[in-house]
């Protein structure tokens, strides 16, 4: 069974940093399409930023210079480094994994089959 657990949500000031962490368990995860999410309240899932199975990059262009997405193949772990958080960057965040979806960066929910349960990022 695959299984995608967040952790590394808290509550920060503007202008602080957050750095969350995905860890994998349960198939070869390194070869797969990954992606965060996040969900604000009354709002739509969206897409933050993307990792290919092969290490390129995609980001949503709100978060484009201040968040950075990467993985440890070592760990099994993915990473999303949050800098210069700002209040509308409040959501609870989830970790996505595309298996036999393709392996180009996506920021569309359709390219992934695997989530998590999320984390919650507050800025205020």
């Known amino acids: 069974d695959v299984q995608l657990v967040e952790s590394g949500g808290d509550s920060v000031q503007p202008g602080g940093s957050l750095t969350l962490s995905c860890s994998t368990a349960?198939?070869?995860?390194?070869?797969?399409?990954m992606a965060w999410f996040r969900q604000a309240p009354g709002k739509e899932r969206e897409g933050v930023a993307s990792?290919?199975?092969?290490?390129?990059?995609t980001y949503q262009d709100s978060v484009k210079g201040r968040y950075t997405i990467s993985k440890d193949n070592a760990k099994n772990i993915l990473y999303l480094q949050m800098n210069s958080l700002k209040p509308e960057d409040t959501a609870t965040y989830y970790c996505?994994?595309?298996?036999?979806?393709?392996?180009?960066?996506?920021?569309?929910?359709?390219?992934?089959?695997?989530w998590g349960r999320g984390t919650q990022v507050t800025v205020s």
């Open positions: 996505a994994a595309g298996l036999g979806r393709g392996t180009s960066p996506s920021l569309l929910e359709e390219r992934y089959n695997y």
């Open positions: 990792i290919g199975a092969y290490g390129s990059r």
């Open positions: 349960g198939y070869a995860w390194y070869i797969y399409c």
